[in-house]
């Protein structure tokens, strides 16, 4: 009788540490799986926010080509420049082909600046000087939400590759997200030459 009595404690116990894994498992899974759709949701709402920004960029480009037009007659290449790289971004895409058309666009709108300078009454200029605060404020918010996307991939890279997180994020289909990169061109150290 006292034999039966252990094995059925010994059953108890074993059925009560199985609940109490299972339980434990449960809230494993649970907490992995709300992080990893966080982080995500995280970088979804990053990319959402460069995106409003480069929309805003983009919008300003019209004004802002109508006030150096004026002045600017013999700047043509710029300026068809700049109106091309707004079109690519207006048109791109994903997240990889918006990047890009945004740095494009960010480069023509530094040669429209350059040129400008070659003009007094342009810089003078108060609605060019507004648009240029505007472009320069939304490069910063730019720039800003960028490293914010960065970050975000980070943390989420993170939880997806390490232990256990991987194996959480491979149940569920998720893999590594890219990072926002700065494109080669940038990269490049300027040349500076001074005449002698």
Do not use: C
């Not at 116990?13 to 995500?40: E, K, P, T």
């Not at 342009?122 to 800003?144: H, T, V």
Request: charged residues 25%; glycine residues 4%.
């Amino acid at each position: 009788m006292s034999f039966r009595l252990e094995v059925k404690k010994m059953i108890e116990l074993l059925m009560g540490f199985i609940v109490l894994l299972l339980v434990v498992l449960v809230v494993v899974f649970i907490y992995y799986y709300n992080r990893i759709v966080v982080l995500g949701n995280r970088i979804d709402n990053a990319w959402s926010q460069i995106d409003v920004q480069l929309r805003k960029r983009a919008d300003l480009v019209p004004n802002l080509m109508k006030t150096v037009e004026g002045y600017m007659k013999h700047e043509q290449k710029v300026m068809i420049r700049v109106t091309e790289a707004r079109a690519s971004l207006m048109k791109a895409g994903d997240i990889g082909e918006r990047a890009r058309a945004g740095n494009i666009l960010q480069d023509a709108l530094k040669s429209l600046f350059a040129v400008a300078e070659n003009y007094p009454d342009l810089k003078a200029n108060q609605n060019f000087l507004k648009f240029q605060e505007e472009l320069s404020d939304i490069e910063d918010k730019i720039a800003y939400t960028r490293q914010f996307y960065n970050d975000s991939v980070l943390f989420y890279n993170n939880m997806v590759t390490t232990i256990p997180g991987m194996w959480f994020a491979s149940f569920m289909g998720r893999k590594q997200k890219p990072y926002l990169e700065i494109p080669n061109e940038a990269r490049e150290t300027p040349k500076v030459e001074f005449d002698v």
